[in-house]
């Protein structure tokens, strides 16, 4: 197992393939270097500006350009349009400057992509009420961090909440409200199975999962222990606070 | 017929792409970029059909929100199928509705 990009660019000259490719996209190449499982570094040159991104296992694990390190840098960088692509020797960092799965680095830089051409053609807007449809959120990664109220404490508005369960990861009980039995197995249930689908589509961590059917609500959340939380009301009832608190 | 369906997605800001899975759990057809491969949908799908299930999602008025780190993954029945939308974090919620309508209505329309 190559463990550096030094020595996986050095195996690559004693044995394999060398390519040179024309017309590839730069997300296709980082693609490949993904889905090979890749550790390597490679220098990325567009014009006047040049960057270094870092593959560890097919992850991209660290990036550099001219203007930023870590994700930044990787936006960027994935943000060019023409250049080359090769493997070099830069030196090994010391720490790892980004966590984000190389899906959801490429669909962010694909977003930022959209939305700087949709600056472009942005037609003028009449902003004659206060909160626009129009108006931009603000980007990928910006979004505030989620806080689920603490354990001690229940939501703010709970009034309404039929049932309630708050278990530890392994199961269980800490406390109910009403007759929880079925809730604390979908609890369970449903964040297992929120986080095994969020971990397939490379989108990070799983915060909340919210359903409504047939006049119910149902919402299930880690606090913030890493307690799972489960609640269930109806409709009508006024969650907007821990909603808002969940990002939901 | 049905990924030109899902396209009109894409006109609500922060929607990153979507994808339909019938009764089985099988991808019927999807608007995604091309980093999501075939062979996720495999799992997925079934997943969120037992997350439907359990759920007892109304088949066409039951919806399944999955807040992740930056992204959201919106679920929709219709009928026995599941309309999924995945989107930003700051995804314009009202906007959003009405696009799945629309294409809910394409979806579930002549047939």
Partial sequence: MKDSPGSSAHAAAEEGFSANLTGASLPDLVQMECLGNSTLTVRVISGDEDGYLYFQSGQIVHAVSTNAVGEAAALEILGWNRGTFEPCSAGWPTTHTITKSWQALLMAAATKRDEERRKIVDFPRERTHGASMSQKPPPVGTTPPVSAPPPSKPPASTRGIERAVRLEVDGRVVSTRGDAEEL?????????????????????????????????????????????VGLEARTDVELGELRDKLGL | MLTQALTGLRDVEEVQGSFLFGD?????????????HAEIFATVGPRLLRLREMLELAPNAGTLTLRFSDHKLHVRALGRKLLCVLTGASVNGPALRMAMNLVARRVEGPS
Avoid at chain 1, 186 to 209: F, K, N, Q, S
Avoid at chain 2, 24 to 36: N, T
């Fill in chain 1, 184 to 228: 604390t197995a979908m609890t369970a249930y449903a964040l297992r199975i929120g986080a095994l689908v969020g971990d397939e589509l490379g989108m990070g961590d799983l915060r909340a999962v919210e359903s409504i059917a047939n006049g119910t609500r149902r919402l299930f959340y880690y606090d913030g222990e890493g307690r799972l």
């Fill in chain 2, 24 to 36: 089985e759990g099988e991808l019927l057809a999807r608007d995604l970029p091309p980093v999501f």
